[in-house]
């Protein structure tokens, strides 16, 4: 989710490509492009700059983000509304804009997970590098925080939302160590989790596959923000909402974003005709036509220049047909 870079570069993750991608539906005027994770604003103003008829709907669950990216748009005010919402909010926020909420945009960008603000903000407790108050939420006006999530979690739901979403395969050994530990004093800092987490993850696999709270607190964030829930109901209406000849990229940063976002792809873009008939029936086609060869990654040099593009995952598609709701 808009990873820009450090310092006052900020560079948007695979922004070239992105802009590649999305160009050819943008140009004509009155087209609508949704960023439906603003973040910092570097994508959309990048869109905004190039193609200078066209109107921007930005949606964040931040709302220290939205101030940030009004500040960095505001040249383009008079062509963007921005909102305060998750992106499965995209139908709420169409008609909030006044547009249609379906087959009425042109473009659509969702650059998944934790911003490089909130990641560099320490008091939000995103990273597992600094020691902060667990929180790790996206939107610091309301929900849990992950510390409710560790104090309040019994043994099976820890193990669960561990295993489930942080991919940890020594789930249930740290889930009974929070356990044991906050039935002594609650767990309260990232720098508490981590040394619970180095105290419970065997020395051998602490050497191997990156740090060993990376999983966890990716888990803990996942569960916090209800990301996978939010994307699997934002996909559809994010789709819903182009029209033909629009296109989206989504850009994934763990596998289990990646493979919702595959999947929704792949039945938006198969046909709906019985195997066996030998022509395609009416309205049973296609809606999309996936633009990506799998999933693209970010080359060495804008991993160079942003460390933080290491590990995207790179979606598109065009709309080439508009079948009627279901």
Do not use: C, W
């Amino acid at each position: 989710m808009n990873r820009e870079g450090h310092g006052s570069r900020h560079i948007p993750v695979l922004l070239e490509r992105a802009g590649a991608l999305l160009d050819p539906a943008l140009g004509a005027p009155g087209d609508v492009y949704l960023d439906a994770t603003l973040g910092l604003g570097g994508h959309a103003e990048y869109f905004l700059r190039t193609h200078p008829e066209l109107r921007l709907i930005g949606l964040d669950r931040d709302t220290a983000a939205l101030e940030s990216a009004a500040e960095r748009l505001r040249p383009y005010r008079d062509r963007i509304t921005l909102i305060h919402t998750r992106y499965d909010g995209i139908t709420d926020a169409l008609a909030q804009a006044g547009l249609p909420v379906t087959g009425s945009v042109s473009g659509i960008l969702m650059d998944l997970g934790v911003s490089s603000m909130q990641l560099d903000s320490a008091e939000r407790g995103f990273a597992y590098s600094v020691d902060a108050p667990l929180d790790m939420r996206m939107d610091p006006t309301t929900g849990i925080t992950a510390a409710d999530v560790l104090n309040t979690y019994s043994h099976g739901e820890l193990a669960r939302v561990l295993k489930a979403y942080g991919e940890e395969r020594f789930a249930g050994r740290i889930a009974a160590e929070i356990v044991r530990r906050r039935a002594r004093q609650p767990l309260r800092s990232s720098g508490e989790l981590v040394q619970l987490l180095y105290d419970t993850i065997p020395a051998a696999s602490r050497r191997t596959g990156g740090h060993p709270a990376k999983r966890t607190f990716q888990a803990l964030r996942v569960e916090v923000n209800g990301e996978l829930d939010s994307l699997r109901a934002a996909l559809p209406a994010a789709l819903d909402a182009l029209r033909p000849g629009g296109r989206i990229v989504v850009m994934s940063y763990q596998s289990l974003e990646d493979r919702v976002v595959k999947q929704e792809l792949a039945q938006r873009s198969a046909s709906r005709t019985p195997i066996g008939l030998p022509v395609e029936l009416p309205g049973m086609g296609p809606e999309f036509r996936i633009l990506t060869r799998g999933a693209e990654q970010a080359n060495e040099r804008e991993i160079e220049d942003n460390p933080r593009a290491a590990p995207v995952r790179m979606r598109a598609a065009e709309r080439i047909a508009q079948r009627e709701q279901r």
